[in-house]
């Protein structure tokens, strides 16, 4: 059990992140500031199968798009950090909310697990989610969990060994913007990544900061190419394009059913 495996928990506020943490560390986690920053992380190592995991709980963040220095954190490390392998939990009973903020992360991430908590809630309201069909529309590992419950744990435990091993090794998913797709894989050729092509059109400061300005200069006729041809900005068209694949998503893996109420 020599090497010490990192695992990131990333998840927008009320997901049932802190309570996944406690239940995958429980007294052996820590508050550590985070090098080079005055943000505190909670952090804990734990063993499963021989293998020693160092659970990372990042801040909660609403959207890729930060305000906060906690989220900014979050975005950063997701962007620069090393790790193992990348929990993104999602909460059922907010699916389409969730799912969207889901795939802005799987867009730049690899290594990634897509969890969605608070399963029981969300069946007890009527909704089912097909496991396999969503995990096999997302490419990535999808484990449903009720944190509170401790439901699900030793399956999403499992599908973590999977990643950090290397038995299963996710990309970023690339999502198809329709009319601007095109445009999208011109700034690829720039970014070197679909996910980070995107983020530039939608005017992501950490994204752009690292280009020079011949490129910045490039993206820029883009933009003004795709706002002339479609009479809206490109992070606008993103936004609804997104919307409408989440909403597509839902319709392929979900159905509501009737619950009978006593």
Known sequence: MDKTYTVLLVAQPNAGKSTLFNILT????????????????????????????????????????????????????????TWDAVVILVN????????????????????AILVINKIDSAERKGMNVNISALQEILGVP???ISALKKVGIEDLLNRILDVVEGKIRTKEIKLNYGRIEKYILEIEKITGSHGLAVRALEIDKDVLSNLNPEDLGHIEKIKE????????????????ERYKIVGDIIKKTTAEVKVKRK
């Open 142 to 144: 999808v484990v449903a």
């Open 92 to 111: 059922a009973e907010s699916f389409h909310k969730s799912l969207y903020f889901a795939l802005q992360v799987l867009e730049i991430t690899k290594n």
């Open 225 to 240: 190419d795709i706002k002339r041809e479609f009479g809206s900005p490109p992070n606008e068209i993103i936004a609804m």
């Open 26 to 81: 429980g007294s052996r986690s820590y508050v550590a500031n985070w090098p080079g920053k005055t943000v505190e992380v909670n952090e804990g190592i734990m063993e499963y199968r021989g293998k020693k995991l160092k659970i990372i709980d990042l801040p909660g963040i609403q959207s890729l798009h930060t305000l906060s220095s906690e989220e900014k954190l979050t975005k950063e490390v997701l962007f620069k950090g």
